[in-house]
């Protein structure tokens, strides 16, 4: 079992930044793909981004393409999200995820196995 404890939200103005973190426990996820995902009040979760078990592939949704970087640390165990110039349309609970099957990264939620409780990040106009 992989434990997800995702920290960093809050609340910020328009254009303003925030970076979330989450750390995993339990299970080492050094070849796991790892995702953030978003769901706002009346929506689906939807994918923000994903990378690779090596860091070095990353994915993201069209919304967020040059504000927001997803990176990794497989020696702490860890995955980021730095998000950048916010608007107030990212406003969700944003989630962090981990498949132990694609290893290559993926936007499908369907293909993630643990997810973590979520943190909720507001940004006002």
């Known amino acids: 079992q992989v434990q997800l404890v995702e920290s960093g939200g809050g609340s910020v103005q328009a254009g303003g930044s925030l970076g979330l973190s989450c750390a995993a426990s339990?299970?080492?996820?050094?070849?796991?793909?790892m995702g953030w995902f978003r769901q706002a009040p009346g929506k689906e979760r939807d994918s923000v981004a994903a990378i690779d078990w090596s860091g070095h592939i990353a994915y993201y949704a069209d919304s967020v393409k040059g504000r927001f970087t997803i990176s990794r640390d497989n020696a702490k165990n860890t995955v980021y999200l730095q998000m950048s110039s916010l608007k107030p349309e990212d406003t969700a609970i944003y989630y962090c995820a981990a498949s132990p099957t694609s290893y290559r990264g993926t936007q499908d939620p369907n293909q993630y196995k643990y997810w973590g409780q979520g943190t909720q990040v507001t940004v006002s106009s």
């Open positions: 339990g299970r080492t996820i050094t070849t796991y793909a």
